[in-house]
């Protein structure tokens, strides 16, 4: 759905429209692909990237269950000899000048946009003067009327959004039986930040702060198809589409938390282990639909917009598998009274928690030793407190939903290494159990 309007944006809060969206992907199970809104005012090579953050997302892009796509640019090769001394506004590998971002957005609201996509660039012939469309910065596609003409030039983030709609079609071809939090998981899954991207943050700020303009601007990059889709000796994802009741009606009328699953992982421990000290890669993507709210009330409380939320536990190097159990049982009860956790830190995390826990797609990279990644066996699924639990209509019963999730994890080893993880791991996958563990 390539269309966008400025009216209701208000910061990130939830409008008629993204919950419209919000309610058919949860209900229908479909996702909906909606861009980021394009910048309307002039762009110049001097204010680039200022402009980009003070523009906030568009709606219906406050929407938690949509694909909510950005542009970036490779484009910055001109050839026209017109516009022989005219200079691109983007620097390749960077956001298109004119995609949105959701850095005004206050941080209880998701991340906008989820990834980005080719939407070409602008050109001008001086920093002072507003960019303009140029065919060789443009991208191409047919024209809605052939007999006038065969083609036509495109770009920004509606150009995005269909290059990310054919992104999903590919994979849905190859994997017709995958559920739309599947596909949407995996399109995240593949993004990667461009060297560029990764460059363009402040110098002096935090790194907290660097992390929450990157994700805010950029969302998790840029996807790759082959990524999605294949898996090689050394650089494997494996998909796990789970389901429990989140809820339940104690026998004194309190709703409390009901399950949780733990997923343990059949890592090649012994390929890893050969390994020992180098380095390794581990990406953990969690995606699920929430129900929102029917009424507007309370929707400045994030808590309240959402029926439930997940989140991911990833089984410490050190930690046994009893311990492990206890911990995401120790966190799932603090998040439902709501305090802080005091021992969930876990070093190699890019992101964090804190950073990734906004909206209902979580994503996150590890980074240690292979030594280390083979006791990081098991993952667990926890709920956490939404509307389902705190406002529930007694009439429909929504404490006893069940909530399904696509869980997606990738380990990477080295080129330069050569060990086969992928064979191992292939055998052993149709052993993977997940057990529900009542809180």
């Avoid at 694909?67 to 298109?96: F, Q, R």
């Avoid at 006038?148 to 999903?168: C, E, K, L, P, W």
């Avoid at 060297?195 to 935090?206: D, E, G, I, Q, V």
Wanted: proline fraction near 6%; glycine fraction near 6%; charged fraction near 25%.
């Amino acid at each position: 759905m390539p269309v966008t309007s400025p009216v209701d944006t208000n910061g990130g809060t939830p409008s008629s429209w993204s919950a419209a969206v919000d309610q058919i992907c949860f209900e229908f199970q479909r996702l909906m692909v909606v861009p980021v809104g394009n910048i309307r005012d002039n762009i110049t090579s001097d204010d680039y990237l200022e402009i980009n953050d003070l523009s906030q997302a568009e709606n219906p892009s406050q929407a938690w269950n949509a694909l909510v796509v950005g542009a970036y640019t490779d484009k910055v090769n001109i050839v026209d000899s017109k516009y022989s001394k005219w200079k691109p506004i983007a620097s390749a590998g960077d956001i298109s000048p004119r995609s949105r971002t959701s850095t005004s957005w206050t941080n209880q609201w998701p991340i906008r946009p989820d990834v980005t996509f080719e939407g070409g660039n602008l050109a001008a012939d001086n920093i002072h003067s507003p960019g303009e469309e140029i065919d060789d910065l443009r991208l191409l596609t047919t024209y809605y009327k052939p007999n006038v003409r065969q083609f036509n030039i495109s770009g920004d983030t509606s150009a995005a959004t269909a290059i990310a709609s054919h992104m999903g079609a590919c994979i849905l071809v190859k994997h017709p039986n995958y559920w739309a939090e599947t596909v949407r998981g995996l399109i995240v899954h593949s993004a990667e930040w461009t060297p560029t991207m990764l460059a363009h943050l402040p110098k002096r700020a935090s790194q907290s702060k660097k992390l929450s303009i990157l994700l805010r601007r950029y969302g998790y990059g840029v996807p790759n198809l082959e990524r999605a889709l294949l898996s090689s000796k050394s650089d494997l994802t494996m998909i796990v589409e789970g389901e429990f009741q989140p809820f339940y009606k104690d026998d004194g009328g309190t709703i409390k938390t009901k399950e949780m699953n733990l997923h343990v992982l059949p890592w090649a421990k012994e390929e890893l282990e050969r390994l020992r000290e180098a380095q390794v890669e581990m990406r953990v993507t969690l995606s699920y639909f929430i129900e929102p709210n029917p009424g507007e009330r309370g929707w400045q409380r994030k808590h309240s917009y959402a029926s439930h939320g997940l989140r991911f536990s990833v089984k410490r190097s050190l930690e046994t598998l009893g311990d492990f159990r206890k911990r995401i049982n120790k966190e799932a009860r603090e998040a439902e009274e709501n305090s802080t956790s005091t021992t969930s830190n876990d070093n190699g995390w890019f992101l964090g928690s804190k950073i990734w826990n906004r909206g209902s797609i979580h994503s996150d990279i590890w980074r240690g030793t292979a030594a280390e990644l083979a006791q990081k066996d098991a993952i667990g699924i926890h709920p956490v407190n939404g509307w389902w639990k705190y406002n529930p209509n007694p009439n429909l019963e929504e404490w006893n939903k069940t909530a399904r999730y696509a869980l997606i994890v990738s380990i990477r080893v080295p080129n330069q290494v050569d060990v086969d993880i992928y064979t191992p791991i292939y055998n052993k996958i149709q052993q993977v159990v997940p057990i529900n563990i009542e809180s």
